[in-house]
């Protein structure tokens, strides 16, 4: 088919990825980001090249050199190392020029400058449509109303809280907000819905209305579960055909073992 790149962050999708596109007769091109990804492409890459968050230059440079014109951001990349790292002079112009250093802001003034010089961003959808979940409740877990009445409560309110671009994640307790994500990420935020509700509290993750595809795919995999169970949580409202799940048949059998329960909008 042709070059892909992509450049990969934390997690588990950014292999899934590179695992799928070689499949289907990509050649991979990964740059995975210094101290956020994981050294795990040597059997799905043509070649990984470790780049810095701040290194603008020379992933043009590369990009050009390998000839590479489609190109997709996965994996998850904190604030916090933007926020760190000054990077060469081409980055702190890019960093200077953003209005502001929300999510969309950042990807899309990525997007545009790739654009310029012959790379396209892709959306990863079409090598990872099998990471959607169907509809309706995937456990066995079935009836437990007060889980599915937080559920219920919190869903639409999460979609509104991932609209204006505070965060994806929501935690429910008794029809009551226990937390919401924002800069920490979503295990943090599991963390905190615990130390404030306790237990039986309701995790609810949602994708923006205008969700770009092409950047931003929220997902949840075993270490979602496994900080579900560590914190003893009843239930996980996800939402179908704009989020990944990782791991699906491990990940329910998990969530099954700890009875949590999982239902897809």
């Not at 226990?178 to 994708?207: H, L, P, Q, W, Y």
């Amino acid at each position: 088919m042709g070059k892909i790149g992509l450049i990969a962050g934390a997690g588990e999708l950014p292999l899934e990825f590179a695992r799928s596109a070689k499949q289907a007769g990509e050649e991979v091109f990964v740059f995975a980001v210094k101290d956020v990804a994981k050294d795990i492409f040597s059997d799905t890459a043509v070649k990984v090249y470790w780049v810095s968050v701040g290194d603008y230059a020379r992933l043009v440079f590369i990009l050009l050199k390998e000839r590479v014109k489609k190109i997709a951001f996965l994996g998850k990349f904190k604030k916090e190392v933007l926020e760190k790292n000054p990077g060469d002079k081409e980055w702190q112009s890019f960093v200077k020029e953003l209005p502001n250093r929300m999510d969309y802001t950042i990807l899309d003034k990525a997007t545009s400058v790739l654009s310029k010089i012959g790379v396209e961003v892709v959306s990863p959808i079409c090598y990872l449509k099998h990471l959607f979940p169907e509809e309706g409740i995937l456990t066995k877990n079935v009836s437990s109303p007060e889980v599915l009445k937080n559920m219920e409560f919190g869903y639409e309110i999460a979609r509104k809280i991932a609209d204006i671009d505070i965060g994806q994640t929501i935690i429910v307790k008794n029809k009551s907000i226990v937390a919401v994500e924002a800069m920490e990420g979503t295990d943090s935020t599991i963390e905190r819905g615990f130390k404030v509700g306790g237990e039986g509290c309701v995790m609810i993750k949602s994708a923006r209305s205008n969700q770009d595809m092409r950047w931003d795919v929220p997902t949840v995999g075993l270490k979602t579960m496994e900080q579900l169970i560590s914190n003893k949580y009843a239930g996980l409202a996800i939402q179908s055909g704009k989020m990944y799940l990782l791991n699906k048949e491990e990940f329910i059998k998990k969530a099954d073992e700890y009875g949590i329960l999982i239902k897809v909008f």
